[in-house]
Nanobody
Framework: VQLQASGGGLVQAGGSLRLSCAASGRTFSSFPMGWFRQAPGKDREFVAAINWSGDSTYYADSVKGRFTISRVYAKNTVYLQMNSLKPEDTAVYYC????????????????WGQGTLVTVSS
């Protein structure tokens, strides 16, 4: 599986961005997908995940109610809609695919995209 993340950029606090993660290779619909982020000097942290069927989603408490993860099978793409962005959301965002079940633990993910930088100015 190859994953290509895009959609990052510079946005003011309170603004919105939509990240995309395009998958190719093995059957996209078989994999739970997740988004993680890593801010400078910090560990990689869980942001959101969606199961293989798309009917269950999971969020970190810090983004719940502001971010929405979704997947479009016809486009082999997972999205992360980010609203009401805060400066503390600034990080490199990574998408990932898991061969096992959906998880909040980055070590359970087997394939990773290259990351896209999100910068939120105050």
């Amino acid at each position: 599986v190859q994953l290509q993340a895009s959609g990052g950029g510079l946005v003011q606090a309170g603004g919105s961005l939509r990240l995309s993660c395009a998958a190719s290779g093995r059957t996209f619909s078989s994999f739970p997908m997740g988004w993680f982020r890593q801010a400078p000097g910090k560990d990689r942290e869980f942001v959101a995940a969606i199961n293989w069927s798309g009917d269950s989603t999971y969020y970190a408490d810090s983004v719940k109610g502001r971010f929405t993860i979704s997947r479009v099978y016809a486009k082999n793409t997972v999205y992360l809609q980010m609203n009401s962005l805060k400066p503390e959301d600034t990080a490199v965002y990574y998408c990932a695919a898991a061969l096992g079940g959906v998880s909040r633990d980055f070590s359970d993910y087997d394939y990773w995209g290259q990351g896209t930088l999100v910068t939120v100015s105050s």
